[in-house]
């Protein structure tokens, strides 16, 4: 078995690779290196579908209670050097900017954006466990404890809200969502639990390389497109 990326899920290579027809009627065949060689192409054809579910969803914007909240089905943000510095024992803050604009903001180009939203995470691990811990620095009351990797990252997404009143109505809207890891010694503190100000200045440069770093478009979209969704609060 080989686990899918991010840990999720496996995949019975032994089931893939296994041919149809039996080997010993292979190794006989007068054309085998033919016969070999299709057998390869279908195996990596059937690992490049599985890859294909796994990675080919992106950021799907939804209507909320008057708010534009997203889904990101192929996102797993508890991984890499962010997950080992979990497992070390370390509390790991996440930075996160859900973006609203009226154009792409794509090859160099500078979005128009015209909604924001920006909140930062603290995320522990239990090793006993197995479990995460999640807290929202804005609001320290909401937090939430003894989650799954999954359900972790998607109780943060969920708390990211932009309001859709206000928004164009009558244009195409893109969303974009970017997440950094976070130093925890870094500053965030003011008097509402968090420095917005402090949270754009560290969007706005380039991100360091011992950062991990994730970036989710949307295809483009119209209040309108949204068709509201009940709270899952």
């Known amino acids: 078995m080989i686990p899918l990326r991010h840990g999720r899920g496996s995949v019975n290579t032994r089931a893939i690779l296994r041919p149809a027809i039996p080997y010993r009627t292979i190794l006989n065949h007068p054309r085998k290196p033919a016969v070999l060689a299709a057998i390869a192409l279908a195996a990596l054809f059937c690992l490049e579908l599985v890859g294909m579910t796994v990675s080919s969803q992106g950021l799907l914007p939804h209507r909320v209670a008057g708010d534009i909240r997203v889904t990101a089905p192929s996102l797993h943000f508890l991984t890499g050097k962010s997950l080992s510095r979990l497992h070390d024992g370390a509390v790991v ?16 180009l500078k979005a128009n954006v015209v909604a924001r939203s920006l909140e930062r995470f603290t995320v522990s691990y239990d090793v006993w466990e197995e479990k995460f811990s999640v807290v929202r620095v804005r609001d320290f009351r909401r937090s939430n404890m003894r989650l799954s990797a999954s359900s972790a990252e998607s109780w943060c997404l969920d708390k990211i809200v932009v309001p859709a009143a206000g928004l164009p109505s009558a244009q195409q809207l893109w969303a974009r969502l970017e997440i950094r890891s976070a130093d925890s010694k870094e500053p965030l503190a003011a008097s509402s639990g968090i420095n917005l100000a402090t949270l754009i200045e560290i969007f706005s440069r380039p991100s360091r390389p011992e950062q991990d770093r994730w970036s989710l478009d949307s295809a483009p979209f119209q209040l309108a497109d949204l068709k509201p969704q009940p709270d899952s609060k």
């Open 93 to 108: 803050p996440f930075d996160f900017q859900l973006i609203i604009s009226t154009s792409p903001g794509s090859a160099g």
